[in-house]
């Protein structure tokens, strides 16, 4: 199978296209970014099945020019409100299934039209799949209150997180755009510093520096608009290796609560969100199932499936 990865000089196509480059079912990676040195020397570094190439998502034109004969497409370009959208549309303008990672839900409106479209096109995609929203589908899907009574549909989704090892550049654009007041830890969260953020959900990081500067900068930054965003994202990356938690900290937590009942994956290492990226274009490229349209990540990756993900990536899920 081929297998395109749009943004893969970032933090998470970074890892991503390591992933794939190890799966023997993939004969052949085309490593897209815009920074097309970084993508050279990324393909020249991981595998003789890697090919690179330059693209701007933002130009529709110019991304369907390169998705000509892929089977699949593992997009980690831009957040959901600036790409997520254009980039899904295209690759159904192609006929080419998709993956996305996304840093938020999208609108209603957006599934709607992104689901006509690779409907009509007779593909499959999948919006999500990163840790949030992502494992955390997978986690109310599967393991929250797994064996008791479903639980009510007010489910806290948060995210995790110690800023020296988890997220690049598009991360820490949308903690300076989403990042809202102080709220509490969800249950079952780890022990840090807790904010609203977009969609309903949460951000923490560890107790300390971190939360404080995250506070400070991001509180900040959105106030002065989209400059100000940009040079927010810019200083957390900047400031990212002053700002460990303790020691032992995972890289990255996703989780999930309703009530006293809770579930969160602990990612070491902090490519969690691109395994399952990976996994989930793999997927999509041997088209297991007839379905079409934009489906929900639960409908690709089974229980048993996201425990292998979680296992093989050396993260552990929790429930309680």
Known sequence: MKIAILGAAGFIGRAAA?????????????????????????AKALSPKCRFAMADVGKTRELERLLAGIDAVASAAGSCGEHEKPVLLACASMGVAAASIGDSTLPGEDRDAISASFRAAGVPAVAGCGMMPGWTELLSSYFLGADRPAPPPDRARYLFFSPDR?????????LARGTGRASGAPRGAPAGRYF???????VGVPEGKAGARLARISGTGGKLGPVGIEFAGAL??????????????????????????????EDPQGNLGAVLLAEAAVRLAARPQKKIGLLPLPELIGREEAGELAARSGARIFTG
Request: without cysteine; glycine residues 14%.
């Open 236 to 265: 957390l990356l900047w400031l990212r290796g002053s700002l460990a938690g303790p020691r032992g900290t995972p890289a990255a937590v996703a989780g999930v609560a309703s009530g006293d009942r809770f579930a969160r994956v």
């Open 166 to 174: 988890f997220g690049g550049y598009e991360f820490m654009r949308s």
């Open 18 to 42: 390591v992933e794939l480059s190890r799966r023997p079912e993939v004969g052949e990676l085309i490593l897209v970014d815009y920074v097309i040195r970084d993508a050279k020397r990324l």
């Open 196 to 202: 609203t953020w977009t969609g309903g959900a949460s």
